[in-house]
């Protein structure tokens, strides 16, 4: 039979508030952990990725926070813009780079 | 210096026919992997190969999948009598040989197939 999927939790936001996507992963073996974000009909594309060792990792407008106690990943835009309504999916991985992916946030962002 | 490029974009099947997915990865890199989303769902991992070996195919199905990246020319993943299960959007990512820890890869537009 057909598989139906689950909807994708849905954050809306304001255009320039900060937006905050949490995702938990599986593997505490993990070596890193990856954000990628995917518009309608595209690929997933790099946001930011962070390793194991780390706990925090910034670049332009976003930041990634890693609690590894917790088995818990966060992504924070700031000054959210329109440009970045889509979903947004965490990833795991270790070794030869095969990532799990998580479930996926889809974004809203509104003027 | 054009990315993961893959073909076709769209790809619309009857059930019991073949569907033939083509990826050529990003210059330079000799790592492929093939993943399967379906509508509101995130990416599953199918496979990984080198060229001319599969690496790791623990989520590939066990009948009419199939997947190859012969030494000239793209990777193909190959699905035979295709069902209406099989209707997703099928990516594939590339990245270069390893170099002390993770890299990051990268993923074509993606190949969206159509069972009928």
């Known amino acids: 039979g057909e598989s139906v999927g689950l909807h994708l939790p849905t954050l809306s936001v304001q255009e320039g508030d900060n937006s905050i996507i949490n995702c938990a992963y599986s593997?505490?073996?993990?070596?890193?952990f990856i954000w990628y974000k995917q518009e309608s009909g595209k690929g997933p594309q790099f946001i930011i990725d962070i390793r194991s060792n780390m706990d925090k990792r910034q670049g332009q407008r976003v930041t990634v926070l890693l609690n590894k106690t917790v088995k818990h990943l966060s992504l924070q835009i700031a000054a959210t813009q329109p440009g970045d309504s889509a979903v947004y999916f965490c990833a795991e991985g270790g070794g030869y780079n095969k990532l799990i992916f998580g479930a996926g946030t889809r974004l809203a962002v509104h003027p | 210096n054009a990315g993961v490029m893959q073909n076709p974009r769209h790809l619309v099947r009857r059930r019991g026919q073949e569907a033939r997915l083509r990826c050529s990865p990003m210059?330079?890199?000799?790592?492929v992997y093939w993943y399967r989303q379906l509508p509101e769902e995130g990416l599953k991992f199918m496979v990984y190969l080198q060229k001319e070996n599969i690496i790791d195919e623990s989520g590939m199905p066990k009948e009419r999948f199939s997947a190859e990246f012969p030494k000239e020319g793209p990777s193909i993943l190959r699905i035979q009598q295709v069902v209406r299960g099989d209707s997703a959007a099928y990516f594939c990512?590339?990245?270069?040989?390893?170099?002390?820890?993770?890299?990051?890869?990268?993923f074509g537009a993606g190949s969206r197939l159509t069972v009928l």
């Open positions: 210059k330079g890199h000799s790592h």
């Open positions: 990512a590339s990245s270069p040989e390893m170099v002390a820890g993770a890299n990051v890869l990268t």
């Open positions: 593997n505490s073996a993990s070596d890193y």
